[in-house]
């Protein structure tokens, strides 16, 4: 673990296992730690970087500016400072979009791109709802019960079934030592409105476009169209799974990634 010094800010970033270089990218209002639950497994195969975007986590000063390309251009400067010429890149959510942008911009960096849980762009209903999302925080909502009104819209409703687990789930967000600020999360959740995509034609890498069956911030068709507009991609659907496929399924998750990625 460690942090680099660029574009203004400091990231802090970690780096597991070895192998063929595989950086992760979180989504909105998640940072490094959202990927342990499949970090033990894929850095068995490969060297896994995760950092914390502008807007979470360690990552500092905590007013920097947000936008996606500027969140781009620092993923390209961690993988500049840490020697990687080029890069396997997964993204998540938000994440997607960063490393579409990534891949479009500086396409001889990106090896293979995995996109999770995404589209082009949000669409006006998901803007709606994250923005009322900010409102509760910014009106000083119960920290237990707006994770419970997050976790309806990215896991599953037989995860929400379970009370002990939901319980849990909603004790480690509440505890997490580095928790996301009201304003970081409205200054994240503009940033993602303000995104108007990239030029499909312009990302050239080999691409696996992964939805949840039940995701219902970027539902299946969602992933289909964006698999069919990019140059050279494949849908992959993740049975039983909702928006955050690492941490509900993350056997099926790092299954589909390494298939994927060991496939030449």
């Known amino acids: ?29 998640s940072d490094s730690q959202s990927w342990l639950p499949v970090l033990g497994e894929l850095a068995r195969r490969f060297t896994v970087v995760v950092y914390d975007n502008r807007g979470v986590g360690r990552t500092t000063p ?13 993923c390209v400067a961690l993988i500049d400072r840490l020697g990687y ?19 479009a911009r500086h396409p001889d960096r990106v090896d ?29 909502a119960d920290p237990g019960a707006w994770f419970r009104d997050l976790f309806r819209w990215i896991f599953t409703a037989r995860f929400m079934e379970d009370e002990a687990a939901v319980a849990e789930s909603v004790r480690l967000a509440v505890e997490y030592p580095y928790p996301q600020t009201a304003e970081q999360f409205r200054r994240q ?5 303000r995104f108007r995509g990239v030029e499909p034609r312009r990302i050239r890498a080999k691409t696996l476009v992964m939805t949840g069956e039940e995701d ?11 698999a069919e507009r ?11 799974a909702a928006h955050s496929i690492h941490m509900e399924t993350p056997a099926a998750f790092v299954d589909a990634v390494v298939k994927y990625l060991k496939r030449r």
């Not at 660029?6 to 780096?15: A, D, M, P, Q, W």
């Not at 990019?230 to 039983?240: G, V």
Request: charged share 20%; proline share 6%; aromatic share 6%.
């Open 62 to 74: 905590r007013d920097a500016e947000i936008e996606i390309p500027v969140l781009a251009d620092d």
């Open 189 to 193: 959740v503009e940033a993602v409105e």
């Open 216 to 226: 219902l911030l970027f539902p299946p068709a969602e992933g289909q169209a964006l």
């Open 112 to 140: 293979r791109l995995i996109l999770v849980g995404t589209s082009f762009k949000n669409t006006k209903h998901n803007d709606a709802l994250l923005s009322h999302m900010a409102d509760s925080l910014d009106s000083g």
């Open 1 to 29: 673990m460690g942090t680099i010094e660029t574009n203004g800010v400091e990231i802090y970033y970690e780096i597991h296992g070895s192998g063929p270089t595989l950086v992760l990218v979180a989504g909105l209002a």
């Open 230 to 240: 990019l140059p050279d991609a494949e849908f992959s659907l993740i049975p039983r």
């Open 85 to 103: 010429p080029e890069v396997h890149l997964l993204g998540h959510s938000m994440g997607g979009f960063i490393v579409q942008d990534v891949a």
